[in-house]
């Protein structure tokens, strides 16, 4: 997943732009495009994240990123005075799903956002065929199968605390963004594949999954099928 969203930052963008990453972690993804020449803006709700990616990259021998505390709904603090100072946005691993305004995290990026910029994103998907699989077979849940159609989200554990993912579909995401971001480009993620939470497939299978990886890079970009999987990748242009 991380090859798949690390290529589309570097179609994207270009030495010296200036990059704001959502749900930073500690930092892997900022320090890699940094070393590759972006200057990266890191944004999480964890303080103790954003220590892991002033450290990762005192670490590394760089100078540190602006680390900014805050969650992607609350993004809306940093305007007027980053009003279209961005090159592009990226976001990977899905912490735009545990937003439930999505419409306002959009309106606020097409700020951040100049035009003809970038906002780079990545959402679990409701429609995921390897989750309704395992469900029922491994797990015998046809529950678990149906759970990202709950319109209340999903309860998930993290950090010791239970918080809530709203999974979207391709379809409506392409409908919060428009008019202000036109959808490039979009990748399914592990259409494929077993959900990332399987782990042990790819230990027991290895040749299998290798398989499957290489199947997967074949299918995720083709109409229909793109639209399936674990999560989904869109590549949107601020118009």
């Known amino acids: 997943m991380r090859r798949v969203c690390r290529a589309a930052v570097e179609r994207r963008a270009a030495p010296g732009q200036g990059w704001l990453e959502i749900g930073g972690g500690t930092g892997e993804d900022a320090l890699y495009f940094a070393e590759r020449g972006l200057r990266v803006d890191v944004a999480d709700l964890s303080d103790a994240m954003l220590r892991a990616v002033r450290a990762r990259f005192r670490h590394a021998r760089r100078s540190e990123p602006e680390t900014i505390h805050l969650p992607a709904g609350r993004l809306g603090e940093l305007l007027p005075a980053r009003a279209g100072m961005y090159d592009g946005v990226y976001s990977f691993l899905g912490p735009l799903n ?47 199968s149906v759970r990202r159609f709950r319109r ?31 959808v490039e480009a979009e990748t399914g993620i592990f259409v494929t594949l077993p959900p990332f939470y399987a782990e042990g497939i790819p230990r027991r299978w290895p040749r299998l999954y290798r398989g499957l ?17 674990d999560e989904f990748l869109m590549e949107m242009r601020r118009i």
Not at 213 to 219: G, S
């Open 213 to 229: 990886e290489r199947f997967d890079d074949l299918v995720n970009r083709l109409p229909g099928l793109r639209a399936l999987g």
């Open 152 to 182: 209340a989200g999903v309860p998930l554990p993290m950090g010791g605390n239970r918080v809530t993912c709203y999974p979207y579909t391709p379809a409506e995401v392409r409908r919060t963004v428009s008019p202000a971001f036109h």
């Open 98 to 144: 545990f937003e439930h305004d999505l419409g306002t995290v959009a309106r606020t990026l097409a700020k951040l956002i100049r035009p003809g910029g970038w906002w780079l994103a990545t959402w679990f998907n409701r429609w995921c065929p390897a989750e309704w699989a395992y469900g029922i077979l491994r797990l015998g849940s046809p529950a678990f």
